[in-house]
């Protein structure tokens, strides 16, 4: 079954303290990216990797790292959590960057809560 | 800027009682717009996709359809399973934002037996 899967599904953390969220799909997709998504508010975009070893910045990068040596995988860093990024978290990924308006597929999402 | 706005934030219909959700969007440049679902606990999930003025597309009891400053996503006779939010997203054209997504906020729609 094609699918992404991210890992945990919950998380409750305190301040500072360093988190991974991870990230795989097995439809061999070039472009993945991040978002979290905030009441109120549309998914924005935290990450985005082109293919294996290509990451660059969305919209909102600012406190979290990312990286891409496997095709499949792609986590999500947060080297120093603080309570504004408490938050819903998304992995998608779709074949190309051209297509991520109609062929992405999203994960289940993170709940990320920092004290 | 570019600007993509969902009304209204919420819907509670009857079963069987049609309506029309609204995705309004100010950018630069339509590349496409599109449709997603989502449930609780699940990541949004792909609807439709339009690309220019005057176009429609259709599945099950959605219809959405598009206008130079808006879309709406139409729901005939609905039923307690079409009970999610949905979300509008907008990709324009543009130097650096070429295939970028601009995302509404979502309307969530509950659908009453």
């Known amino acids: 079954e094609a699918q992404v899967t991210q890992n945990p599904r919950y998380l409750i953390t305190v301040t500072g303290k360093k988190l991974t969220v991870t990230c795989s799909q097995n439809?061999?997709?070039?472009?993945m990216s991040w978002y979290r998504q905030d009441p109120g508010l549309g998914l924005r975009q935290i990450y985005y990797?082109?293919?294996?070893?290509?990451?660059d910045k969305g919209d909102v990068p600012e406190g979290y790292k990312v990286s891409r040596k496997e095709k499949r995988n792609f986590p999500l860093i947060l080297e120093s959590p603080s309570p504004n990024q408490t938050s819903l978290y998304f992995c998608?990924?779709?074949?190309?960057?051209?297509?991520?308006?109609?062929?992405?597929?999203f994960g289940p999402g993170t709940r990320l809560t920092v004290l | 800027e570019d600007q993509v706005t969902q009304s209204p934030e919420a819907l509670r219909l009857q079963e069987g009682e049609s309506s029309s959700l609204n995705c309004s969007y100010t950018v630069s440049g339509l590349r496409g717009l599109f449709w997603y679902r989502q449930d609780p606990g699940k990541g949004p999930e792909f609807l439709f996709t339009?690309?220019?003025?005057?176009e429609e597309k259709e599945k099950e009891r959605l219809k959405a359809t598009l206008t130079k400053k808006e879309s709406f996503l139409h729901i005939t006779a609905p039923k307690p399973e079409d009970s999610a939010t949905y979300l509008c997203?907008?990709?324009?054209?543009?130097?650096?934002?070429?295939?970028?997504?601009?995302w509404g906020a979502g309307t969530k729609l509950i659908i009453k037996p």
């Open positions: 439809m061999n997709h070039e472009y």
């Open positions: 339009l690309y220019s003025a005057g």
């Open positions: 997203a907008v990709q324009t054209f543009g130097a650096d934002s070429n295939y970028q997504l601009i």
């Open positions: 998608a990924s779709s074949r190309r960057r051209e297509s991520i308006g109609n062929e992405q597929f």
């Open positions: 990797s082109m293919n294996v070893e290509v990451t």
